[in-house]
């Protein structure tokens, strides 16, 4: 069994554009979003980066980038959120159903010189999605992908088959 990665940070935003508050703990609402966050809506209602790509990004750049500038919710380490598209999540007892890649807009530039452009490669931006299953959160939880089980195929019945075989 893989050795599940962790949540390293939470970041709750208080309004569109406003500045993102820094928390140990949140809440997790199905089908909603983090509790108090502006953005609640849809198929994007959490956005989670990873600490490796910062960590390299710092390295690119020769300084030390504060994750919070990316405007994402959640901060993983020791997950690959690179193409995993449809793909559910477990942070401690939530799962999040990603739905896509989030791109960086032009406000990472505001936030550091050619972070937009750094950000727009192969996931770096980070992953989005929706809470399938709330409750509480809180960094320091274990982040692991839910293997899904293998769906098979409904058995046929035996009458019919045997219409089936009369039919010929």
Known sequence: MARPGTLEAIWIKRARRGPM????EATL????GLADNADQRGRRQVTIIEREIWTELS???????DPSLRRANLM?????LADSRGKI???GPC??????ETKPCERMDEAFP???EALSLAWRGGAYGEVLQGGRIAAGDPVAWVKAEP???PKAQPQAIRARKGDM
Request: glycine share 8%.
């Open 59 to 65: 390295k690119l750049f020769g300084v030390t980038l």
């Open 95 to 100: 799962l999040i159903r990603i739905n896509g």
């Open 76 to 80: 993983v380490s020791g997950i690959r």
């Open 151 to 153: 769906v098979s195929a």
């Open 89 to 91: 999540l477990r942070i």
């Open 114 to 116: 050619s972070l937009q």
């Open 29 to 32: 609402v199905t089908d909603t």
């Open 21 to 24: 508050d820094s928390r140990q």
